[in-house]
Nanobody, 121 residues
């Protein structure tokens, strides 16, 4: 079993900052990539940012220059620093890990339960 536990969401005013954290635990053999997605009411889930192991980061155009993704490889944890938040950033943010639980099985996606981020005055 693999668990992804998120924290750090909440209510913030426009222009404010929040930092999300997501820790992966359980039967993990290796992690190929970790990232954050978000889903607003009535909209499709979209990639916010991703960081593959040993690779370069990837951001949605809408958050470039405002959000920063990082990983603590020793702790299997991914962070999302969100600055200059806008009302349109309001969504449920979901942590994703693309990982292997054994050496002989291919990687698959695992998801956290989601954390609400609301940007409003």
């Amino acid at each position: 079993q693999v668990q992804l536990v998120e924290s750090g969401g909440g209510l913030v005013q426009p222009g404010g900052s929040l930092r999300l954290s997501c820790a992966a635990s359980g039967s993990i053999f290796s992690i190929n990539a970790m990232g954050w997605y978000r889903q607003a009411p009535g909209k499709q889930r979209e990639l916010v940012a991703a960081i593959p192991s040993g690779g370069s980061t990837n951001y949605a155009d809408s958050v470039k220059g405002r959000f920063t993704i990082s990983r603590d490889y020793a702790k299997n944890t991914v962070y999302l620093q969100m600055n200059s938040l806008k009302p349109e950033d309001t969504a449920v943010y979901l942590c994703n890990a693309y990982l292997k639980t054994t050496a002989w099985r291919g990687p698959r996606d695992y998801w956290g339960q989601g954390t609400q981020v609301t940007v409003s005055s």
